[in-house]
């Protein structure tokens, strides 16, 4: 199983990053995929799931309508757009490969993350 996160970078407050996460080494479209995040000194915190077809989604309350989570199978590849950031959208972002829970424990693969800051 191989995750590899992209997209990450520098954005002002207000403005919009698009992360991806290209799957590789397992069926991509059998499993629900999700988005945690995690800032300096701090847990890693879910953001958002999507379930194996992308018709099932949850988001934390922290980034609901601001965030959406998509994905495109025939490209292996899972999405996290992200509008209207703020500094404390600031963290490290990590795509996982498990169940599609909250949970960190419902997540059975992490990829490497990509960092995300926010900052005027």
């Known amino acids: 199983v191989q995750l590899v996160e992209s997209g990450g970078g520098l954005a002002q407050p207000g403005g919009s990053l698009r992360l991806s996460c290209a799957a590789s080494?397992?069926?991509?479209?059998?499993?629900?995929m999700g988005w945690f995040r995690q800032a300096p000194g701090k847990e890693r915190e879910f953001v958002a799931a999507?379930?194996?077809?992308?018709?099932?989604?949850r988001y934390a309350d922290s980034v609901k309508a601001r965030f959406t989570i998509s994905r495109d199978n025939a490209k292996n590849t899972l999405y996290l757009q992200m509008n209207s950031l703020k500094p404390e959208d600031t963290a490290m972002y990590y795509c996982?490969?498990?169940?599609?829970?909250?949970?960190?424990?419902?997540?059975?693969?992490w990829g490497q993350g990509t960092q995300v800051t926010v900052s005027s």
């Open positions: 999507i379930g194996w077809n992308g018709r099932v989604t």
């Open positions: 080494g397992f069926t991509f479209s059998d499993y629900a």
């Open positions: 996982g490969k498990g169940q599609g829970g909250a949970t960190i424990d419902t997540y059975h693969y």
